[in-house]
């Protein structure tokens, strides 16, 4: 595992964005990708339920990105996302992520974009005592809890899977 001062640009960017937020959380990269929930739990040796994934969605009308911070065994619904968004959305492409989070495809992280996302918590993320998020490269991740990603993102919990 890495130390602050030997991680990537993008990971120092989540920790930075972390410790602004008065955590004490480190960010670690692994030698293993974490670039899927699955990949993640398995490198982290935890249950996949326990990744907090972040997903990008693009807003339909506003071309705003979306972020859900999801547990790593639940798929969005995306009709539920649509009626909290209050516009259709779509996929966001490789591009669109990168230019809206400042971060690749497999390693967005809660924290840290480039934009404000607008973003949702999912509800079942509050059942877990320990999560795991990314942090901003695939191959690095943070140790955290619902309750910080709140505090840090501002979202509201809701049923979104």
């Not at 990008?56 to 649509?82: M, Y």
């Not at 690749?104 to 607008?118: N, R, T």
């Amino acid at each position: 595992m890495s130390t602050f001062q030997n991680i990537s640009p993008s990971a120092q960017r989540v920790q930075a964005a972390l410790r602004e937020a008065g955590l004490d959380s480190q960010v670690v990269e692994l030698p293993s990708s974490t670039r899927t929930a699955k990949e993640a739990a398995q490198a982290l040796q935890c249950e996949v339920a326990h990744i907090a994934k972040s997903l990008i969605f693009e807003g339909g009308h506003s071309h705003q990105a979306i972020l859900v911070i999801a547990s790593g065994t639940n798929r969005v619904d995306e009709k539920l996302l649509e009626a909290l968004a209050g516009e259709p959305i779509q996929k966001a492409s490789a591009d669109f992520v990168r230019e809206k989070t400042g971060f690749a495809i497999g390693g967005v992280s809660p924290v840290g974009h480039s934009e404000k996302p607008k973003t949702f918590l999912d509800q079942d993320l509050q059942s877990f005592p320990v999560l795991w998020a990314a942090a901003g490269t695939p191959h690095a991740v943070f140790k955290t809890t619902a309750q910080d990603l709140q505090r840090m993102t501002g979202a509201a919990f809701v049923k979104i899977c």
